[in-house]
């Protein structure tokens, strides 16, 4: 599965959040609202999600097996340090 489209809205406020991204794969299927967020051990990607009835968050899309996912933050985080200051990724 290739990675076809990466773009990121970086958020301006204070805070672990860094940005939001969309990913594309294959110019087939897209994920919305995967986060790039500042942790304590530096900085990472968390899949969307949504808050379940008993206030866990579960991811709606994710990967299955760590390589794939070293990837997708690997090319996520590489386009985010690309940016430098700007706001979006160019369209």
Do not use: C, W
Request: no cysteine; glycine share 6%; aromatic share 8%.
């Amino acid at each position: 599965m290739d990675i076809t489209d990466i773009r990121i809205r970086k958020v301006s406020a204070d805070g672990k959040l860094k940005a939001y991204v969309t990913v594309t794969f294959d110019d087939s299927f897209v994920v919305h609202n995967v986060k790039i967020i500042e942790g304590e051990n530096g900085i990472f990607i968390a899949m969307p999600s949504r808050k379940t009835k008993s206030g866990e968050y579960k991811d709606v899309a994710h990967p299955i097996n760590t390589s794939f996912r070293t990837q997708l933050q690997d090319r996520i985080l590489e386009a985010y340090d690309a940016m430098g200051d700007a706001m979006e990724t160019p369209v």
